[in-house]
């Protein structure tokens, strides 16, 4: 492994990695940062989870005057919580430097915004929208800009942003240095590329590399109807400290978060629909520990970096590895051991055995618990709040009440009173979940949208006889749909 001292790192941003527990570079930060620091344009093919803010933003930094009040960095990125997140790491890294770093995004006040803007950051972190309005009214003014960075541009690629990337970066001066940081490579990243960059050296993070080591990936085969049930037995189970439940629809997100909620778990659920305001406070709720489970699609937890998350959930199979891979890196971080379990439905094991051999990795087969072993390992949860009590000593106040309840019954009612107090024991309410057409390794290949429509339609009339308000149809045009919706979520 390299050093950050190995790569020529100046002394206030050391200082600053130090201060973080940074020693180590990741791959790509140890071959970003010295590209980039000769003035390179790179390209950077990696996930989020492999440390690509530091490896963009550690050249920008060095690059940049700290006594001049002006913006010369610039980083795009898809989401107000990316911007707000990769802001807030570059003020971590420019603190003893003294850069300051404002993300802007939409959601908040233009004025307010505006009124920062003037005490001149001199770097901007922004979605795009918002750049481009300030671009218009001069409020952004990118005439100083020398290093400009594109985050996580296949995702805004998907939002619809290609264009306002283009304008953007032709508003910046020529001789500027662009980084593009991207987890795949689609034409239309290529071309801007090939159009807005200068001979931009190539980077890659193999597949190995963005699967984190310390994640033990398991799957349980399971039918779609008892997904629910046996998500709840499972969080019983493993009384997990910050869980991350993946979902493919905002619909299901709502539902799933909805029946969590109703059965006594201390859930909420995120996606693209959601205020800015709310987003905000559900994340601040899970970072703070005020919220145990947070339910997501894949768009709405983009660029997320919450740590303490000990087990992710893939309620459903994502379509794509390089998602499985992006979801699961949400556990395991920082030297830390994480769990993530999917659920697979007995027609989705062909797209699991895709996954596993994309990835390189191998997933354990669990079986699902039963109810039992759901209540028993909210008891163990129990005994083990009782043994740490125990292990605190601070009881002698309590032995004479203990005395006289023991005795009027024996040891044996006493502490199994005690554990039924302390047990969690789950409502037992009735929830229903929309369902959703499995993923087959045939749809992850051929997921052109007449091919679906086509075999929407096959299904559908089989099921018409039988009238139109049958649920398996409507389901499956539902889902024909699907593809081209799933980008908003």
């Known amino acids: 492994m390299t050093t950050f001292n190995e790569l020529g790192i100046s002394t206030p941003i050391m200082k600053a990695l130090e201060k973080m527990g940074f020693e180590e570079a990741t791959p790509i930060q140890a071959e970003t940062i010295p590209l980039a620091k000769q003035g390179n344009d790179v390209i950077g093919q990696a996930q989020t989870g492999t440390g690509k803010t530091a490896a963009f933003g550690i050249p920008m930094l060095e690059k940049i005057d700290q006594n001049v009040k002006k913006i010369q960095g610039l980083v795009v990125a898809p989401t107000r919580e990316l911007a707000i997140q990769v802001a807030e790491e570059l003020n971590r890294l420019g603190k003893f430097k003294g850069v300051r770093v404002l993300p802007v995004y939409g959601g908040q006040h233009m004025e307010r915004q505006i009124r920062a803007l003037k005490d001149g950051p001199q770097i901007v972190v922004a979605t795009p929208g918002r750049l481009l309005d300030h671009m218009r009214r001069k409020t952004i003014r990118i005439n100083m800009v020398q290093t400009a960075v594109l985050d996580e541009a296949d995702e805004m690629l998907n939002m619809g942003f290609i264009d306002d990337i283009r304008d953007i970066l032709k508003g910046i001066p020529e001789e500027r240095q662009t980084l593009l940081f991207s987890a795949t490579m689609p034409k239309e990243i290529r071309n801007i590329a090939n159009t807005l960059m200068r001979s931009p050296k190539e980077i890659k993070v193999k597949s190995k590399e963005m699967t984190v080591e310390n994640i033990d990936q398991y799957f349980v085969e399971v039918p779609e109807k008892y997904k629910f049930d046996t998500l709840n037995n499972h969080l019983d189970i493993?009384?997990?400290?910050?869980?991350?439940?993946?979902?493919?629809?905002?619909?299901?997100?709502?539902?799933?978060?909805?029946?969590?909620?109703?059965?006594?778990?201390?859930?909420?659920?995120?996606?693209?629909?959601?205020?800015?305001?709310?987003?905000?406070?559900?994340?601040?709720?899970?970072?703070?520990?005020?919220?145990?489970?947070?339910?997501?699609?894949?768009?709405?937890?983009?660029?997320?970096?919450?740590?303490?998350?000990?087990?992710?959930?893939?309620?459903?199979?994502?379509?794509?590895?390089?998602?499985?891979?992006?979801?699961?890196?949400?556990?395991?971080?920082?030297?830390?051991?994480?769990?993530?379990?999917?659920?697979?439905?007995?027609?989705?094991?062909?797209?699991?055995?895709?996954?596993?051999?994309?990835?390189?990795?191998?997933?354990?087969?669990?079986?699902?618990?039963?109810?039992?072993?759901?209540?028993?390992?909210?008891?163990?949860?129990?005994?083990?709040?009782?043994?740490?009590?125990?292990?605190?000593?601070?009881?002698?106040?309590?032995?004479?009440?203990?005395?006289?309840?023991?005795?009027?019954?024996?040891?044996?009612?006493?502490?199994?009173?005690?554990?039924?107090?302390?047990?969690?024991?789950?409502?037992?309410?009735?929830?229903?979940?929309?369902?959703?057409?499995?993923?087959?390794?045939?749809?992850?290949?051929?997921?052109?949208?007449?091919?679906?429509?086509?075999?929407?339609?096959?299904?559908?009339?089989?099921?018409?006889?039988?009238?139109?308000?049958?649920?398996?149809?409507?389901?499956?045009?539902?889902?024909?749909?699907?593809?081209?919706?799933?980008?908003?979520?």
């Open 238 to 489: 493993h009384g997990p400290d910050l869980a991350i439940i993946f979902s493919r629809t905002k619909k299901r997100v709502d539902e799933v978060a909805e029946g969590l909620q109703a059965r006594g778990f201390r859930a909420e659920g995120i996606h693209g629909d959601l205020t800015q305001g709310k987003r905000m406070s559900v994340l601040n709720k899970f970072k703070n520990g005020r919220v145990d489970v947070l339910v997501a699609t894949d768009v709405a937890a983009r660029g997320l970096d919450i740590s303490g998350v000990t087990h992710v959930y893939n309620f459903d199979i994502p379509q794509d590895p390089e998602s499985y891979v992006h979801r699961i890196g949400r556990t395991g971080r920082a030297g830390r051991t994480g769990e993530a379990i999917s659920f697979i439905t007995p027609r989705e094991i062909a797209h699991l055995k895709l996954i596993e051999k994309t990835t390189k990795s191998k997933m354990k087969r669990l079986m699902p618990p039963t109810n039992q072993e759901a209540k028993r390992g909210q008891q163990q949860i129990a005994v083990s709040n009782i043994l740490q009590t125990i292990e605190q000593k601070e009881l002698k106040e309590y032995h004479q009440t203990a005395n006289e309840l023991l005795q009027d019954h024996d040891s044996i009612t006493v502490i199994a009173a005690a554990l039924k107090m302390l047990t969690k024991e789950r409502r037992e309410t009735p929830v229903q979940i929309s369902s959703v057409a499995p993923i087959s390794v045939k749809k992850a290949h051929h997921s052109k949208d007449n091919n679906r429509r086509s075999n929407n339609k096959r299904h559908y009339g089989k099921r018409s006889q039988g009238g139109r308000n049958q649920g398996g149809g409507g389901g499956r045009n539902r889902k024909g749909n699907f593809q081209k919706r799933r980008n908003r979520d």
